[in-house]
């Protein structure tokens, strides 16, 4: 029987996270069966666009987007919602992007939340130093900020890929803080993604997540929940 090559295996190939031998099976697979084909040239260009919709930051003269999701269901598979959705808010007007404050999220950023049901997902993608310390400088903030009602706006920081070095024990530069963040602040859900945790783990990585730290399944499919349920999504 021959295996089903899943979106989750395509993601990590093209994020170049296969093993080698892993890595040549799916060329062969993707060389002998079109259908493959072409779900990795969508889930390609779907993560292209994200990437270029959401571009790392140096400095304070470049750009951050927002976007906020529509309310309705999306009922594509959950492996390439989160991409499509976000995709979608900035070919469709729905990104804004303003100058950034010294935490990475601007006062027009702050109210839209604040305006549209005060829940928020913030999202890592990366394990340079200065990337983990912006996000959780824009933790705090989100986490200390008060929705228009004065009640705390809800927050959940979710990290993949390199990303998830910041939330290891033993490993994270900064573990001291992230659990100081999340003892300081009910209203936040720090999550790890245990597909790059159990792939990391399949390399001979040991990894110990802070106990502060829960798991989710996968961030594309907790990304995919929380836009289509309207959260707002901001990418440090």
Known sequence: MIQEISDEVLGAYIDDEL???EKAHLLDR???DAEIRSRACELWQLK???RSAYRPVRDKSAKRGIFKAPSRPFRWPMGIAASFLIVGGALSG???RESLEADGLTPQQ???IRADGSRVVLHLVSDEPERMEAALRMVDKLASAKDKSGRPIQV???ANGPGVHLLRSGGSPFAE???AQHNAHPNLQILACRQTVDRLRERGVAVNLLPVVREAPSAEY???ARLSQGWRYVQA
């Open 177 to 179: 803080r992230v659990v």
């Open 94 to 96: 729905w990104l804004a």
């Open 110 to 112: 702050m109210e839209a």
């Open 222 to 224: 907790l990304l995919a």
């Open 19 to 21: 093993e080698p031998d």
């Open 156 to 158: 959940e920081f979710i």
């Open 48 to 50: 292209q666009m994200l």
């Open 30 to 32: 993707i060389a002998a």
